[in-house]
């Protein structure tokens, strides 16, 4: 079987609908065909600044979401980045490993620190891209299911993979993304041109899959679409409508196509407020089956602990590898 590994933040309590179709979504059908690891990236979230207290029960929450969206960890390994400690060994051996101006070319670096200003970004923020090579590189990841905003991260590394094996010898597989072109981007719900994002969204733009459902229903009656009627697919003329129908097609699993034809003649209002209602179907029991987990702790904590076992077996092996191969003395 094919291996892949994926990550997500532990931000603000709850994911978004732009992390459940753009990649977790997909992590759940893979823990079927693949040999599947997936971490909360409590490292990751650290680049900005985190109350502890909230850092920890949003990685409990992140982790009892990922359950409930039907990550079964019989069929999966579902761990804690920290609970790993490999991912920071390899990391700084990969920081090594890359080029300072390689490095400030990664554009979500350049989005996020034009926010915070030299003094607040952090050396962590700069170096994020190659923890999250570490964390790929370490699992020999075949593929690595993610949106399209992790598409540059990804040939980040590749080209670090391909570098430390001409360099040192063949140690890494050199991972393919795994990117659904249909829910790539999600885009936010009264500005279509921009992603859908904790970071940048206005509280009415973003659906938040922890909200009262009533409140997700309302923010997707009122998505901004254009003046127009016609339920029609076209991203440069329509971005809101056609962001509408990607979600929709999305949690129905149904074809764009099919939808504009049941939807002609009838205008947004309809096609909205159906969509609304599904999602509020799709939301009710997934926050029910993330409080369940939450409700037990010992659950979620034993299932955190055997994922990190796992998880661990292989990191330290390709570790392992990777200091002998580099020259470090081995420890007796
Ligand atoms: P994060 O936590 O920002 O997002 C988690 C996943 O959700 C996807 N995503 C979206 N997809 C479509 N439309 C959107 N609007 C949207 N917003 C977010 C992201 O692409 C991502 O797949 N760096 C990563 C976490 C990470 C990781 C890794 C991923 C750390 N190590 C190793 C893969 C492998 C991140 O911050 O994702």
Redesign the pocket.
């Known amino acids: 079987r094919p291996r892949v590994?994926?990550?997500?933040?532990p931000?603000s309590g709850s994911?978004?609908?732009?992390?459940?179709?753009?990649?977790?979504r997909q992590w759940v059908a893979q823990q079927d065909t693949h040999d599947a690891f997936y971490?909360v990236?409590d490292l990751?979230a650290l680049t900005v600044t985190q109350d502890p207290e909230a850092l920890r029960a949003n990685s409990r929450f992140a982790a009892a979401q990922l359950l409930a969206t039907g990550l079964d960890p019989e069929r999966c390994t579902v761990f804690v980045?920290s609970h790993v400690p490999e991912h920071a060994q390899l990391s700084w051996v990969l920081n090594c490993l890359t080029g300072f101006g390689e490095a400030s070319r990664m554009t979500?670096f350049k989005d996020k620190s034009g926010k915070h200003g030299a003094d607040r970004t952090t050396v962590g923020l700069f170096t994020?891209?190659v923890?999250?090579a570490a964390?790929?590189l370490l699992y020999q990841?075949d593929q690595?299911?993610?949106?399209?905003?992790?598409r540059q991260?990804?040939e980040l590394?590749r080209a670090l993979a391909e570098r430390f094996n001409g360099r040192y010898g063949d140690t890494f597989k050199v991972p393919d993304a795994f990117i659904v072109k249909e829910?790539?981007?999600?885009?936010?719900l009264q500005d279509p041109t921009l992603?859908?994002?904790?970071s940048s969204s206005t509280p009415k733009g973003i659906i938040n899959l922890l909200d009262e459902p009533k409140t997700s229903a309302k923010k997707i009656k009122s998505a901004v679409t254009d003046t127009g009627t016609e339920i029609r697919y076209d991203e440069e003329n329509k971005p809101g409508l056609s962001n509408l129908l990607t979600i929709y097609s999305a949690l129905t699993d149904t074809d764009i196509a099919e939808l504009e034809q049941r939807y002609e003649g009838k205008g947004y209002g309809a096609l909205k407020t159906d969509l609304a209602e599904i999602l509020v179907e799709w939301v009710t029991p997934f926050r029910r089956r993330t409080q369940e987990y939450l409700d037990d702790p010992e659950t979620l904590d034993s299932v955190l602990a055997k994922g990190a076992e796992k998880a661990r077996a292989v990191a330290a092996e390709t570790l392992a590898q990777v200091y002998e191969r580099v020259g470090f003395l081995a420890a007796k």
């Open positions: 590994l994926s990550g997500i933040q931000t994911f978004h609908l732009g992390n459940y179709l753009g990649a977790v971490m990236v990751h980045q979500q994020y891209p923890l999250m964390d790929i990841s690595v299911p993610v949106g399209g905003d992790q991260h990804l590394t829910t790539a981007r999600i885009t936010d992603k859908m994002s904790k």
